[in-house]
């Protein structure tokens, strides 16, 4: 992980983008903490064209996106020319539509219609990345759900997303899964987990109990290209949660950075 590869999802600020002057503000804020990208998510109904020329003032790459499944299946075309506006590679879809959710059947049939929508999406230039939540984690027939979406899709055309705290909410191992989808992974999100009161919450990366070390390291070595930072819910100011967060991966990249230098020399 190098620090130009730090992104910061916009659904973390949702609350702060409901048009092009917010949008514009909210960026500035996030260029003067330190990011270089940003996965487009969560914002207001702003013209494709504004949110490009307005991360361009910032000198922010869109480096990926979450778009709903309805228009990944009824305005493909209109989606395939905005990601290649924005020079964007990563189209994502956020999550299962309530209806798949009924069991290997349903999951199966998610899997195969995403390869159909991703092979449109791989003639294009562009990937199809899901992400995911802690309910694809349930069991069906001896397998989560993740297991059967991953089998039953095309690795050609559907890649992954993972989001580390709701794969650990799901019970499952982030390292793992991350390993697990080896080669079908370039966009990450990462988010901790703390536990407050007995509940699991919403923290900035490092301020929880995950390994993200750990987490760091298994992305290093499956090629992942991009770290999304995201987190939901924020206690304090979502800025202040999204520096911390960024301060965290920055001393972690740094620190690497510093220990090849030190190797080659």
């Known amino acids: ?23 514009d503000a909210a960026l500035k804020k996030v260029r003067a903490i330190g990011y270089d990208a940003v996965q487009v998510s ?10 490009k020329e307005i991360c361009g003032a910032h000198q922010l790459k869109i480096c990926a996106t979450h778009i709903s499944f309805d228009r990944l299946v009824n305005e493909l075309d209109s989606v395939i020319e905005q990601h290649l ?11 299962l539509p309530v209806e798949y959710r009924t069991g290997k059947a349903g999951y199966t049939a998610m899997g195969k219609l995403l390869t ?13 990345i899901y992400h995911n939540h802690k309910f694809e984690f349930e069991k069906f027939e001896g397998k989560t759900g993740m297991d059967w979406l991953l089998e039953s899709s095309d690795p050609e055309h559907v890649g992954f997303e993972l989001d580390t705290y709701w794969v650990q909410a799901g019970g499952a191992d982030p ?3 991350i390993r697990k989808v080896e080669g079908r992974m370039k966009v990450i999100h990462l988010k901790d987990m703390a536990i407050v009161n007995d509940n ?3 923290s900035e990366i490092g301020a929880g109990n995950m390994n993200f070390p750990a987490i ?10 991009w770290y999304v930072v995201e987190q939901d819910e924020c206690a304090g100011d979502p ?24 190797v080659i020399h």
């Open 1 to 23: 992980m190098r620090r130009n590869q730090i992104a910061a999802q916009l659904y973390t600020l949702r609350d702060f983008a409901h048009t092009a002057e917010e949008l």
């Open 42 to 51: 969560g914002i207001g109904p702003i013209p494709y064209a504004e949110v």
């Open 85 to 95: 506006a924005w020079n964007c590679r990563y189209v994502g879809l956020g999550g």
């Open 116 to 128: 159909e929508i991703g092979s449109k999406l791989t003639e294009a230039g562009l990937q199809l």
């Open 175 to 177: 390292v793992e899964w």
């Open 200 to 202: 699991q919450v919403f």
């Open 216 to 225: 760091i390291e298994a992305c290093r070595d499956t090629g992942v290209q």
């Open 239 to 262: 800025f202040e949660s999204l520096a911390i967060s960024y301060r965290y991966l920055s001393k972690m990249a740094n620190d690497r950075e510093e220990s090849e230098a030190n």
